[in-house]
């Protein structure tokens, strides 16, 4: 069976939040676990920890999932971030690769992952990720999962960059209006359409992982 679906080529999956399960609630542990949970407002702490989700701008976190910097440098960059907002102390993000522990991968999402590509479509991982979380991509076996894997802090570039999305149409050597993006930041849905990619916003992630194989296969 070869690509059964005539208006798809290719598929790019997320990472988290489509192929595993999002990180949200892990970083609110992690306020809780630092003693700051009951003084530090939870958009804030985003706000200074991520910066503007909906932009690829300047902040030390989108200049980190770039690979512009290591994570001292982000770190002193956002000291006076949470200073400024008149935070004494301030937990922020694990260094280490003991984030991804928390993480859980989606069977279902996997499943399709392997079975569209077996059906013969081209098939890519686009995340935005840091060095310091780099295994995600050996506990994952992502490599012999999908075709492509692009990871931001590799490459130079973030969604929702649009050259990032075009890198991964090239890496995959399909038509870009041909290929098909799932992610769950809405932004980010946006940012592919906006380049002529077809998409899937992702909500939840067994839902869409039978959508996907209800459309494709």
């Not at 679906?5 to 598929?11: E, G, L, Q, R, T």
């Not at 075009?166 to 769950?184: A, S």
């Not at 946006?190 to 869409?208: F, I, N, S």
């Amino acid at each position: 069976m070869r690509r059964p679906n005539p208006n798809v080529d290719a598929v790019i999956f997320d990472f988290a939040g489509v192929l595993s399960t999002s990180p949200g609630a892990l970083m609110l542990h992690h306020i809780e676990a630092s003693g700051n949970g009951d003084d530090i407002d939870l958009m804030s702490f985003m706000g200074i920890i991520l910066g503007p989700l909906t932009e690829d701008g300047d902040h030390p976190w989108h200049q980190l999932e770039r690979g512009r910097i290591d994570f001292d440098e982000y770190l002193a960059g956002i000291e006076p971030l949470w200073r400024s907002a008149g935070y004494e102390a301030f937990p922020t993000p694990p260094r280490s690769d003991d984030l991804l522990s928390g993480l859980s991968q989606i069977p279902e999402m996997i499943e399709a992952a392997r079975a569209v590509r077996n059906a013969g479509y081209g098939t890519a991982i686009l995340t935005n990720n840091i060095k310091e979380w780099g295994a995600w991509r050996t506990l994952w076996d992502a490599d012999n999962l999908v075709d492509v894997v692009i990871d931001s802090c590799e490459v130079g570039m973030r969604k929702p960059n649009p050259e990032i999305f075009e890198l991964t149409v090239e890496q995959l050597g399909t038509p870009i209006h041909r290929t098909l993006f799932l992610d769950d930041f809405p932004w980010n849905i946006e940012g592919a359409e906006a380049v002529g990619l077809q998409t899937m916003h992702v909500t939840d992630p067994v839902a869409a992982a039978a959508a996907l194989l209800d459309r494709l296969l």
